[in-house]
């Protein structure tokens, strides 16, 4: 993946040459978590239920990324674009829309990840991110936490941050 992006070129997908398409076993294997939910009838998905139960996600708003709808929409988007981690989880639904999440993979290369509605995905407390919109320019998603939420990104280098010494001892349980 290029890594300098115009704001047109970071909404566009890419592919390694030759192509290689990630497998939830990959994500698995850097501590990223991934769901199919049924959006349309939250409430009854079981699989929605059972989780925000296991991992105590008690606390859910919305965020839908439009300049009508996003306070300070340019600069969120730019936040969001800068690689950074988090002292927890990020935990997004996708009930809306589409975009890319990038995380880095174990050699530090970007693994993009295209959501789309229904797609629920936790990234681990520590590991190294960013978001875009792609395309479509529109994506409404809940945001899950657990307890009261904390949004701070640490920009990188944040590799003295506790959560990221957690993380890098995470993959070494999981590998
Ligand atoms: C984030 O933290 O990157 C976001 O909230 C992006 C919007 S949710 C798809
Ligand atoms: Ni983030």
């Given at each position: 993946m290029k890594d300098i992006f115009s704001k047109?070129?970071?909404?566009?997908?890419?592919?390694?040459?030759?192509d290689q398409p990630v497998s939830l076993d990959d994500l698995e294997n850097i501590g990223v978590?991934?769901?199919?939910i049924d959006v349309d009838d939250l409430e009854k998905d079981v699989t929605f239920?059972?989780?925000?139960?296991?991992?105590?996600?008690?606390?859910?708003?919305?965020?839908?990324?439009?300049?009508?709808?996003?306070?300070?929409?340019?600069?969120?988007l730019k936040t969001f674009f800068k690689e950074h981690l988090h002292d927890d989880?990020?935990?997004?639904?996708?009930m809306a829309g589409s975009g890319y999440f990038d995380v880095r993979d174990r050699d530090d290369k970007w693994?993009?990840?295209?959501?789309?509605k229904g797609d629920m995905?936790?990234?681990?407390?520590?590991?190294?991110?960013?978001?875009?919109?792609d395309k479509n320019d529109y994506i409404k998603a809940l945001r899950l936490f657990k307890g009261v939420p904390v949004w701070t990104p640490h920009m990188r280098p944040a590799d003295s941050k506790p959560a990221r010494q957690e993380y890098l001892d995470l993959l070494k349980?999981?590998?």
């Open positions: 047109e070129d970071r909404r566009l997908e890419y592919h390694l040459d030759p978590k991934y769901w199919k239920t059972r989780i925000r139960k296991e991992r105590c996600y008690n606390y859910q708003d919305m965020c839908e990324i439009h300049p009508d709808t996003l306070p300070d929409y340019e600069n969120k989880e990020e935990i997004r639904l996708i693994i993009r990840i295209e959501v789309l995905l936790v990234l681990p407390a520590g590991i190294y991110h960013r978001f875009t919109l349980v999981i590998d």
